[in-house]
């Protein structure tokens, strides 16, 4: 048989970690080539472009889907183990296929896909029948990119302050900021006091300073309007007219109210946004595939 499409992996995939214990992807990898009887020439099958197996990427999007649905839970890198909840679905005798459309039950899911609800999903959305080509390839380039967005805050929290310190440097000097990462990030680190984390030039010339202020918070926890208070504080300590907070968290409303209503120009980056600039600026991040799509130039053919 030909390698199974990444939702017929989903339902063995939770079946095989019902012991409740924790399972390694590469052990994964096998079984389901096994569950499935794929051949050598079949479990060696690759993407057009060469760099995966078929079936290490379909098995890898199953995970995820799981993963972000709450059915499985990573215990480290690559490491996977049953979450109470895909417990239920296991042993609900009326589940038996797990499905994109199944997993639209589940709020994080949702989230994930950037959907609402179960009804958006399935009256609302158009089916790949009805849209064109190119939609196709922006709605997945959107999953892609929001996979990879979630990848990069949970690697930021597992580095060190330090490094998230320099990482907010290079991002900034990779957005025109500072100059060079050397000039920038010379005050990195180093002041420590008053609420402030770092300065850095807001042009090559140092005409103006941005004062930063960067905490590895946990993705779901909020800043709210004390701690925005408290780095406004330390602005007006330095004398200083501008400032931006950054968080892998995200920012309350009453923080955002409160930033837009200061004299003082603080921008609030949450874990979305530093993402999006990191993604944006090649910070942290590597092109993976490119694809051009190209249309008929009607100038050229014009006699």
Request: net charge negative; glycine share 6%.
């Amino acid at each position: 048989m030909a390698v199974p499409g990444y939702q017929e992996f989903m339902y063995p995939f939770l079946q095989m970690l019902k012991d409740g214990k924790e399972h390694r992807l590469q052990d994964l990898y096998i079984e389901l080539a096994e569950h499935f009887n794929l051949t050598e020439e079949e479990v060696s099958q690759t993407l057009p472009s060469g760099k995966q197996t078929l079936l290490h990427n379909r098995v890898g999007w199953a995970r995820t889907y799981l993963s972000k649905a709450g059915l499985i839970k990573v215990i480290r890198r690559a490491v996977f183990c049953i979450t109470e909840e895909g417990m239920n679905v296991i042993n609900n005798l009326n589940v038996t296929r797990i499905d994109k459309k199944f997993l639209t039950r589940y709020p994080s899911f949702n989230k994930f896909i950037n959907k609402n609800n179960e009804s958006t999903f399935d009256n609302e959305k158009p089916s790949n029948e009805q849209q064109t080509p190119l939609e196709i390839i922006d709605e997945n380039y959107n999953i892609l990119k929001k996979e990879l967005q979630d990848a990069i805050l949970e690697k930021i929290l597992e580095c060190s302050p330090a490094f998230f310190e320099r990482l907010i440097v290079q991002l900034l000097v990779s957005m025109g900021y500072g100059g060079s990462v050397k000039d920038a990030g010379q005050a990195i680190g180093r002041t420590g006091d008053e609420g402030i984390d770092g300065i850095i030039k807001e042009d090559v010339l140092g005409l103006e300073m941005i004062y930063l202020q960067a905490k590895r918070w946990k993705k779901d926890s909020t800043v709210g309007r004390p701690e925005i208070q408290t780095f406004v504080g330390s602005l007006v300590g330095k004398q200083a007219s501008k400032g931006i907070f950054i968080t892998t968290a995200a920012f309350s409303k009453t923080a955002y109210d409160y930033a837009n209503s200061i004299d003082k120009r603080v921008i609030l980056i949450d874990g979305q946004q530093l993402t999006d600039l990191m993604f944006k600026y090649d910070v942290g991040v590597t092109n993976e595939e490119i694809f051009v799509t190209k249309r008929l130039d009607n100038d050229f053919f014009e006699e």
